[in-house]
């Protein structure tokens, strides 16, 4: 898959995402999302790895969020279909992420330290941008600004790790007998 259109793709479903969390239509923001997740499937080598990793980060996107609500530390907008679970369309960002682990991330794997340090920042700095739009609200900021950070900082280098063993984004090498 194509650098450029990778981040451009991740950019438009992230703010679509948001956006429409923040304003009510989180299905259509959602729809944008599972629009370019299903591009990214559909030009991959191996599509069927990349939807393993997709699907395993936004499992662990629910669960991440999911405490963080039930903690009562955040709280959205829209888009929350089981009260004290994270609403779909931030798993549904979750997922998109996945999308940008081995294209737009492919040159962190090597480098977790650096990951960890860009997560403890970026994780937390996405949840506030967020907030500024209206999608989410921090209740407690502190703890969960902390939470984040540290969420990040440990889940950033972890799916990495998990894409480089899942990457479905290069056509596999065959591999001669001599």
């Known amino acids: 898959m194509n650098l450029l259109i990778n981040v451009v793709a991740f950019k438009i ?5 948001v956006f429409g969390g923040a304003n009510e239509m989180a299905l259509v923001g959602t ?5 370019a997740i299903g591009i990214h499937l559909f030009v991959v080598a191996e599509p069927s790895r990349e939807f393993m990793l997709i699907a395993l980060v936004g499992l662990i996107g629910l669960s991440v969020d999911s405490i963080l609500v039930a903690a ?4 959205y907008s829209s888009g929350t279909i089981v009260s004290g679970l994270a609403p779909y369309w931030i798993v549904a960002i979750w997922m998109l992420f996945a999308t ?9 794997q090597t480098r977790l330290v650096l990951a960890a340090a860009i ?5 937390p700095a996405s949840y506030y941008a967020g907030s500024r739009i209206g999608a989410v609200e921090f209740t407690e900021f502190t703890p969960a600004i902390v939470a984040l950070g540290l969420s990040w900082m440990i889940l950033f280098p ?13 056509a596999p090498v065959l591999q001669s007998r001599v």
């Open 119 to 123: 997560g403890a920042i970026s994780g």
């Open 158 to 170: 972890a799916f990495l790790m998990l894409a480089k063993s899942l990457d479905g984004t290069q």
């Open 100 to 108: 940008t682990l081995n294209v737009a991330f492919r040159w962190l």
């Open 72 to 75: 009562g530390w955040l709280t």
């Open 13 to 17: 479903g992230w703010v679509s995402a």
């Open 31 to 35: 729809a944008i999302v599972l629009v």
